[in-house]
């Protein structure tokens, strides 16, 4: 019927595309786990297009009008500077969940160190990237963030190199500021891209680590041997995952950039759009803005974004300002900046343990768990309240998480050690976590209703937080103790035919993304609505996900056969809630 | 049943151009600039640069001044025609064709060869427009465009060389004997007796004629419109932001 085969083997003596020499691995590595860099990295690729394409009109002399004409006259111009954001937040959140992935399964080892160094370097300038991109906007959060930026040199390195610094980054000279800012941003940009590179190349020389199922958690063999009869050819089978990854990511972003902004004003750190001082408006000639951005401008408080809020909160510990003259904020520099990169730095080179059992690798596993807890805790803290606090205060909220990572670790590894694990030793965990949640309720009723300030809640809020992050760690180390029964590798077995079910999914994949490109080529007005038409690019990105997942299943139905199609239909479900969000923003 | 297996494949390949093709009239739309509004032709008295008229009988035959019109970066000639020994020529009406390949066009070559004063109408693709003649006290006034249309060259590179005198390396002898507006950057030569025809490729069309008016009484001359091709490089021949269009006057220097 169709002789597809021919085009492709027409391609292939030409292209030689399965001849590439990246690492080959087999077919049960083409899980999500094992794919969390190509989220990164598609997410990169769609800030580098649409950041060149920002480029068209952006206006250093001044940005504050450049913005306001991109988001309100150009066609597309909405939708390409909150696309922007919306995959810089996906770009930085998807590495933090790549970091701790690869932190938990101990991928950082030996022969790997370099690979993790790497990342860590392309991880710092990533944000110091994302620091740049957003101070372009001239917006209230960039203005502050320059302003905080300056002030957190300065008064770290000193009265001289404070400010030799802060000219490199900032200009002295305000009318030229812009300029620096942009060439800074795209120079960083670059940089990024060069560096994610090299860690790509690092990783590629060692393949990814061997899943502990198949080594059961020990640290051989150090790579997957390139002879294993299961290996998936780099091409169409690597080619086309990462093509369908890629597009679902594209579109998850931009779904989400829609979502958010039919929905308006919800949080400024979820708000796609710039948030304009209107006085500042009016001075780069914007007479008559809209109301919803003056409505947005009201509503908004200094805050960073979401990625800076725990340096940010860490600011605010004012305890942490030491008394030397000029260089006051040097302590909280190293807490926010230095000490987090260099306790990750650090890991392979301590962790020398020959399991990758998240278990026996102490350090790691508490500090670099209790890392994470603390990022999340301080971005909720700074989110919720402003304001300095007190040593104690302080202490307790981190307290919390740490007793209980700690506890739960020892427990857990004595247990899975086959150690006695004592009653009395679990009775004290209990009572400790019990005790977080009885101590505050008890103070409150205590002190009576004067106590419970807004900031109160707030504190009490991120303790809160701390503790169940803290006990869904230690849950998740819990479900790496071996279970008694040697595990099954069931083999799977279904059909190796593409059934009729499967097939109509893609037709109306296929159908989504006819109609989604001919309404944007034709119907939908961009400046009319924006939400809709970033909705309809979302419905593209996605119904072509579905599409050439469609294509990746047939090429893989031998390796990975049809079983039912509950398995078959998650990827085509995104499709259709993008399909059904789309039309209920546009109509 | 292979074949729906192939039919998956096929459905993916048309989803990879599908949202490759999908993207690129929203990219197209956004990448593409305003175009400037369309300006009505302002009506432009022309003045030397002490600010005091241009009289028609100030101007010297054969010599060679420039003047912008309509808009302030768009240069024109302003030549006051005449024979070997500097005696006006009177310039004829004629009805000439917007665009026009000498190489190609035997009629426009024919008819452009066939006598200074009886130029018929010519035809080329893209219509025909009315070159008006020349004006003033000999009818031997004409103004033209002063950028090629070939590639946007202007002068010195474009220059009128008055009969007699011989661009550098003519490319031909009609060209050699003089008389012409001549392009060094690619050879173009266009007759401005003639309404400013191509005589020379690879010009593809007349320079465009700047419509000028003498008044009998005071002498003075106004620039008021652009007719033909439109002027190379340009979106229309007034589109631009009106403080980019030439105002009330508009000033003339002699360069040779």
Same mark, same amino acid.
């Given at each position: 019927?169709?002789?597809?085969?021919?085009?492709?083997?027409?391609?292939?003596?030409?292209?030689?595309?399965?001849?590439?020499?990246?690492?080959?691995?087999?077919?049960?590595?083409?899980?999500?786990?094992?794919?969390?860099?190509?989220?990164?990295?598609?997410?990169?690729?769609?800030?580098?297009?649409?950041?060149?394409?920002?480029?068209?009109?952006?206006?250093?002399?001044?940005?504050?009008?450049?913005?306001?004409?991109?988001?309100?006259?150009?066609?597309?111009?909405?939708?390409?500077?909150?696309?922007?954001?919306?995959?810089?937040?996906?770009?930085?959140?998807?590495?933090?969940?790549?970091?701790?992935?690869?932190?938990?399964?101990?991928?950082?080892?030996?022969?790997?160190?370099?690979?993790?160094?790497?990342?860590?370097?392309?991880?710092?300038?990533?944000?110091?990237?994302?620091?740049?991109?957003?101070?372009?906007?001239?917006?209230?959060?960039?203005?502050?963030?320059?302003?905080?930026?300056?002030?957190?040199?300065?008064?770290?390195?000193?009265?001289?190199?404070?400010?030799?610094?802060?000219?490199?980054?900032?200009?002295?000279?305000?009318?030229?500021?812009?300029?620096?800012?942009?060439?800074?941003?795209?120079?960083?940009?670059?940089?990024?891209?060069?560096?994610?590179?090299?860690?790509?190349?690092?990783?590629?020389?060692?393949?990814?680590?061997?899943?502990?199922?198949?080594?059961?958690?020990?640290?051989?063999?150090?790579?997957?041997?390139?002879?294993?009869?299961?290996?998936?050819?780099?091409?169409?089978?690597?080619?086309?995952?990462?093509?369908?990854?890629?597009?679902?990511?594209?579109?998850?972003?931009?779904?989400?950039?829609?979502?958010?902004?039919?929905?308006?004003?919800?949080?400024?750190?979820?708000?796609?759009?710039?948030?304009?001082?209107?006085?500042?408006?009016?001075?780069?000639?914007?007479?008559?803005?809209?109301?919803?951005?003056?409505?947005?401008?009201?509503?908004?408080?200094?805050?960073?974004?979401?990625?800076?809020?725990?340096?940010?909160?860490?600011?605010?510990?004012?305890?942490?300002?030491?008394?030397?003259?000029?260089?006051?904020?040097?302590?909280?520099?190293?807490?926010?900046?230095?000490?987090?990169?260099?306790?990750?730095?650090?890991?392979?080179?301590?962790?020398?343990?020959?399991?990758?059992?998240?278990?026996?690798?102490?350090?790691?596993?508490?500090?670099?768990?209790?890392?994470?807890?603390?990022?999340?805790?301080?971005?909720?803290?700074?989110?919720?309240?402003?304001?300095?606090?007190?040593?104690?205060?302080?202490?307790?909220?981190?307290?919390?998480?740490?007793?209980?990572?700690?506890?739960?670790?020892?427990?857990?590894?004595?247990?899975?050690?086959?150690?006695?694990?004592?009653?009395?030793?679990?009775?004290?965990?209990?009572?400790?976590?019990?005790?977080?949640?009885?101590?505050?309720?008890?103070?409150?009723?205590?002190?009576?209703?004067?106590?419970?300030?807004?900031?109160?809640?707030?504190? $009490? %809020?991120?303790?809160?937080?701390? !503790? +169940?992050?803290?006990? @869904?760690?230690? /849950? #998740?180390? &819990?479900?790496?103790?071996? =279970?008694?029964?040697?595990?099954?590798?069931?083999?799977?077995?279904?059909?190796?035919?593409?059934?009729?079910?499967?097939?109509?999914?893609?037709?109306?994949?296929?159908?989504?993304?006819?109609?989604?490109?001919?309404? $944007? %080529?034709?119907?939908?007005?961009? !400046? +009319?609505?924006?939400? @809709?038409?970033? /909705? #309809?690019? &979302?419905?593209?990105?996605? =119904?072509?996900?579905?599409?050439?997942?469609?294509?990746?299943?047939?090429?893989?139905?031998?390796?990975?056969?049809?079983?039912?199609?509950?398995?078959?239909?998650?990827?085509?479900?995104?499709?259709?809630?993008?399909?059904?969000?789309?039309?209920?923003?546009?109509? | 049943?292979?074949?729906?297996?192939?039919?998956?494949?096929?459905?993916?390949?048309?989803?990879?151009?599908?949202?490759?093709?999908?993207?690129?009239?929203?990219?197209?739309?956004?990448?593409?600039?305003?175009?400037?509004?369309?300006?009505?032709?302002?009506?432009?008295?022309?003045?030397?640069?002490?600010?005091?008229?241009?009289?028609?009988?100030?101007?010297?035959?054969?010599?060679?001044?420039?003047?912008?019109?309509?808009?302030?970066?768009?240069?024109?000639?302003?030549?006051?025609?005449?024979?070997?020994?500097?005696?006006?020529?009177?310039?004829?009406?004629?009805?000439?064709?917007?665009?026009?390949?000498?190489?190609?066009?035997?009629?426009?070559?024919?008819?452009?060869?066939?006598?200074?004063?009886?130029?018929?109408?010519?035809?080329?693709?893209?219509?025909?427009?009315?070159?008006?003649?020349?004006?003033?006290?000999?009818?031997?006034?004409?103004?033209?465009?002063?950028?090629?249309?070939?590639?946007?060259?202007?002068?010195?590179?474009?220059?009128?060389?008055?009969?007699?005198?011989?661009?550098?390396?003519?490319?031909?002898?009609?060209?050699?004997?003089?008389?012409?507006?001549?392009?060094?950057?690619?050879?173009?030569?266009?007759?401005?007796?003639?309404?400013?025809?191509?005589?020379?490729?690879?010009?593809?069309?007349?320079?465009?004629?700047?419509?000028?008016?003498?008044?009998?009484?005071?002498?003075?001359?106004?620039?008021?419109?652009?007719?033909?091709?439109?002027?190379?490089?340009?979106?229309?021949?007034?589109?631009?932001?009106?403080?980019?269009?030439?105002?009330?006057?508009?000033?003339?220097?002699?360069?040779?």
């Amino acid at each position: 019927m169709f002789r597809s085969n021919n085009l492709a083997e027409w391609l292939e003596e030409r292209l030689r595309l399965s001849h590439l020499p990246f690492y080959r691995v087999p077919y049960n590595y083409m899980t999500l786990e094992f794919w969390i860099g190509a989220i990164v990295a598609s997410s990169f690729m769609l800030l580098v297009i649409t950041g060149l394409l920002l480029l068209f009109y952006y206006k250093p002399d001044n940005p504050i009008l450049a913005n306001y004409e991109l988001i309100t006259e150009k066609p597309f111009g909405r939708f390409l500077l909150t696309t922007h954001l919306y995959a810089a937040h996906a770009m930085i959140f998807s590495a933090i969940i790549h970091l701790f992935r690869n932190m938990y399964r101990g991928a950082y080892k030996k022969p790997r160190e370099l690979v993790w160094l790497a990342g860590i370097v392309t991880g710092l300038i990533m944000i110091q990237t994302a620091f740049f991109g957003y101070s372009l906007i001239g917006d209230k959060i960039a203005e502050e963030a320059v302003a905080i930026g300056s002030g957190l040199v300065s008064n770290s390195f000193g009265p001289y190199w404070g400010k030799v610094l802060v000219a490199l980054a900032f200009d002295i000279d305000e009318a030229q500021r812009y300029y620096r800012l942009l060439a800074l941003h795209i120079i960083l940009a670059g940089l990024l891209g060069l560096l994610f590179m090299l860690h790509f190349g690092l990783f590629e020389q060692q393949g990814p680590q061997p899943s502990h199922e198949e080594t059961g958690w020990r640290t051989k063999p150090e790579r997957i041997p390139q002879d294993r009869e299961d290996l998936a050819p780099w091409f169409p089978v690597n080619f086309l995952y990462m093509t369908f990854l890629g597009l679902g990511v594209w579109g998850f972003i931009v779904l989400l950039n829609a979502i958010s902004q039919a929905a308006g004003f919800v949080h400024q750190l979820l708000y796609p759009l710039p948030i304009f001082d209107p006085e500042k408006l009016a001075a780069a000639g914007v007479t008559d803005p809209p109301e919803w951005m003056l409505e947005a401008a009201e509503k908004t408080r200094p805050m960073p974004p979401w990625f800076l809020v725990y340096a940010f909160k860490i600011f605010q510990l004012d305890f942490l300002y030491i008394d030397a003259i000029g260089y006051s904020a040097i302590l909280i520099f190293i807490i926010s900046m230095i000490l987090p990169p260099l306790i990750l730095s650090v890991f392979p080179f301590i962790d020398r343990h020959e399991s990758t059992h998240p278990l026996d690798r102490p350090i790691p596993t508490v500090v670099g768990g209790l890392l994470i807890i603390y990022l999340v805790q301080l971005t909720i803290w700074g989110a919720l309240s402003i304001g300095y606090y007190s040593l104690t205060t302080t202490t307790l909220i981190f307290l919390v998480p740490l007793i209980v990572v700690v506890m739960g670790y020892w427990i857990l590894a004595r247990y899975k050690n086959g150690e006695p694990v004592g009653a009395g030793l679990v009775l004290a965990f209990t009572v400790i976590i019990l005790l977080v949640f009885i101590a505050p309720g008890a103070w409150i009723v205590a002190k009576g209703s004067q106590g419970a300030s807004e900031a109160f809640w707030a504190d $009490l %809020a991120t303790m809160m937080i701390g !503790l +169940a992050l803290a006990i @869904g760690y230690v /849950a #998740l180390l &819990a479900t790496s103790l071996p =279970s008694g029964e040697s595990v099954q590798r069931t083999v799977q077995v279904g059909s190796r035919d593409i059934p009729l079910p499967l097939a109509l999914l893609v037709v109306i994949d296929l159908f989504l993304l006819i109609t989604s490109v001919l309404l $944007l %080529a034709l119907w939908v007005d961009p !400046l +009319a609505s924006p939400a @809709g038409t970033t /909705a #309809l690019v &979302a419905l593209l990105f996605l =119904s072509a996900y579905g599409v050439v997942h469609g294509a990746y299943r047939a090429v893989v139905v031998d390796k990975i056969p049809y079983t039912w199609i509950g398995r078959e239909l998650p990827p085509h479900l995104l499709v259709y809630i993008a399909a059904i969000i789309t039309a209920a923003i546009l109509v | 049943m292979t074949s729906r297996r192939d039919f998956l494949k096929v459905l993916g390949a048309f989803g990879l151009v599908g949202v490759a093709g999908g993207l690129a009239p929203p990219i197209i739309r956004y990448v593409m600039p305003p175009i400037p509004p369309q300006q009505p032709f302002p009506r432009t008295k022309l003045v030397w640069e002490d600010g005091t008229p241009v009289k028609a009988s100030e101007l010297e035959v054969n010599k060679m001044y420039l003047f912008s019109y309509p808009m302030v970066n768009t240069p024109n000639f302003l030549l006051n025609l005449g024979d070997e020994n500097g005696n006006p020529i009177e310039i004829p009406p004629a009805e000439l064709p917007i665009t026009m390949d000498p190489t190609k066009d035997e009629s426009a070559v024919f008819k452009a060869q066939g006598g200074r004063v009886e130029i018929g109408r010519i035809e080329g693709r893209g219509g025909v427009y009315r070159f008006p003649g020349g004006i003033g006290p000999n009818k031997s006034i004409v103004a033209y465009s002063g950028i090629c249309q070939h590639f946007a060259c202007f002068y010195p590179a474009l220059k009128f060389f008055p009969p007699g005198a011989s661009p550098p390396n003519p490319p031909s002898e009609a060209v050699a004997k003089g008389g012409v507006i001549f392009c060094a950057c690619h050879g173009s030569a266009y007759d401005p007796y003639r309404g400013a025809i191509v005589t020379e490729a690879p010009a593809p069309s007349p320079l465009p004629a700047v419509i000028l008016e003498w008044d009998p009484n005071t002498d003075e001359l106004w620039a008021v419109r652009v007719e033909g091709s439109t002027i190379t490089g340009k979106f229309c021949n007034t589109c631009a932001q009106p403080e980019e269009m030439v105002g009330d006057t508009t000033t003339v220097k002699q360069v040779a």
